[in-house]
């Protein structure tokens, strides 16, 4: 049984900085492609960062690219968000997800492709 647990996150003000963790368990994280993923309330789920394998590549979507980073630590089993220069628009549920991948370098930014969810942690940005 595969889990992954968010925490980090919390009520923050317009420019200030947080940092996401999501830890898994059950299986090794080195299998894993990861993302992480956000809802606000009455909107759909959208993509946020993505990281291979390897860590060697990311994505990002195009709202978050100087702002956000994802990384990873095999190791700890553990995937980050960085999150700098918060803005409201940023506040949204943040769930991180497992995709089982062969490939060492591919990153997925469709939901569809993960297997595995957290149950997400709020991040609110107060303006």
């Known amino acids: 049984q595969v889990q992954l647990v968010e925490s980090g996150g919390g009520l923050v003000q317009a420019g200030d900085s947080l940092i996401l963790s999501c830890v898994t368990s059950?299986?090794?994280?080195?299998?894993?492609?990861m993302g992480w993923f956000r809802q606000a309330p009455g909107k759909e789920r959208e993509f946020v960062a993505a990281?291979?394998?390897?860590?060697?590549?990311?994505s990002y979507v195009d709202s978050v690219k100087g702002r956000f980073t994802i990384s990873r630590d095999n190791a700890k089993n553990t995937v980050y968000l960085q999150m700098i220069s918060l803005k409201p628009e940023d506040t949204a549920n943040y769930y991180c997800?497992?995709?089982?991948?062969?490939?060492?370098?591919?990153?997925?930014?469709?939901?569809?492709?993960?297997?595995?969810w957290g149950q997400g942690t709020q991040v609110t940005v107060s303006s």
């Open positions: 997800a497992a995709a089982n991948s062969a490939s060492f370098i591919s990153v997925w930014p469709e939901d569809s492709a993960y297997d595995y």
């Open positions: 059950g299986r090794t994280i080195g299998i894993f492609s």
């Open positions: 990281i291979s394998r390897n860590a060697i590549k990311t």
